[in-house]
């Protein structure tokens, strides 16, 4: 395994624990995605990062470490990266929270499965 491939685990890893920080500082996801001018365009960006560096291990061929990952997992991440980027306005809240609350956490301790190694 790679270091340069590798660091894209721990930088995942990284943008996840600061979106959960920030959930934390602000009291809940609800209340995070509310605010429009600060926390919610951070975890969007965070967000955005994830699926860029999923992204990147694809490209990469990446395929033993993506092989952590389940697939549509993936895919759904990179899916909400494009209407991130391209319909910023109308992206669905509720599926960003439900990304927070559920995908996150599995992302995490697949990420954390291959940095504990």
Known sequence: MSKELISKIYLINEKI??????VEEVGSITKALEDEVTVRPAILMHLTAIAEQFDKLKRAHADKLLSVFD???VKGMYDVRTYIAH???GVN?????WIIRYGLPKFKIQCRSLIDV
Not at 17 to 22: A, D, F, L, R
Not at 93 to 97: K, P, S
């Open 17 to 22: 624990e600061y979106i959960e920080q920030i």
């Open 71 to 73: 697939e549509q997992d």
């Open 87 to 89: 319909d910023y306005e």
């Open 93 to 97: 809240l509720a599926i960003i929270e």
